[in-house]
């Protein structure tokens, strides 16, 4: 069974820059997560779609974060204008629905 | 949303010791608690999960203990082996399966 796919697997961008991530869950999971992992912090929740719908987006910074799932598969997240402090490794992860989300290998963000 | 705390935040055992690892969450509707390990530079891995309609979940060295009343859990792994070292991560949902994490513990276990 193929995992959750993530791409870039790394980035570094100046402030100010915009960068997009992507996420291609695993086939048939209806929920989809957007974490982000600053370096020896747990994941923080940014946003939660259970298929192509927003559950939860309450710790997303939504002046500069934005994220969409069209279709109800893919997912990208966007940050745009990037700061210093977005920088850490944003996971994307992925579930049946009532159970554990099974995450992609991330991708490690580099904010100069 | 959920808030989780996680302690100890370091944990440093001897070889064949047992490690103890505990979690709190704020809201008393979260009936899910899944445990994810996490290595350096990998990401985060399932190893046990229990739900609010059990007290407790074994897997061969592994154990998740569930205490509704006073809204906490523990992970327990016994006979620690080098390769149990990494960082392990609690985590609570309610029914819309909002996964939040805790801090984390690092554990390192001395040969």
């Known amino acids: 069974e193929a995992g959750v796919a993530q791409s870039p697997r790394y980035k570094i961008i100046e402030k100010r820059q915009s960068v997009a991530f992507w996420c291609n869950p695993i086939s048939g999971h209806a929920t989809l997560y957007w974490y982000q992992q600053i370096l020896g912090q747990g994941p923080k929740l940014l946003i939660q779609?259970?298929?192509?719908?927003?559950?939860?987006d309450s710790q997303l910074p939504k002046d500069r974060f934005s994220a969409e799932r069209l279709k109800g598969v893919d997912s990208t997240l966007k940050i745009q204008p990037a700061k210093l402090e977005d920088s850490a490794v944003y996971l994307c992860?992925?579930?049946?629905?009532?159970?554990?989300?099974?995450f992609g290998p991330g991708t490690r963000l580099t904010v100069l | 949303g959920e808030n989780v705390e996680q302690h100890p935040s370091t944990l440093s055992v001897q070889e064949g010791d047992s490690a103890v690892i505990k979690c709190t969450y704020s809201?008393?509707?979260?009936?899910?608690f899944p445990w994810y390990k996490q290595e350096l530079g990998k990401r985060p891995q399932l190893i046990i999960d229990i739900r609010s309609n059990v007290g407790e979940k074994k897997d061969q060295r592994i154990a998740v203990t569930l205490n509704k009343t006073a809204k906490h859990f523990s992970l327990h792994i016994t006979e620690t082996q080098p390769e149990d070292s990494a960082v392990y991560f609690c985590a609570a949902s309610m029914r819309n399966n909002d996964m939040r994490f805790g801090a984390g513990t690092r554990l390192t276990v001395k040969p």
């Open positions: 992860a992925s579930s049946l629905g009532i159970g554990a989300p099974f």
């Open positions: 809201d008393s509707a979260s009936n899910y």
């Open positions: 779609f259970q298929n192509n719908g927003v559950v939860d």
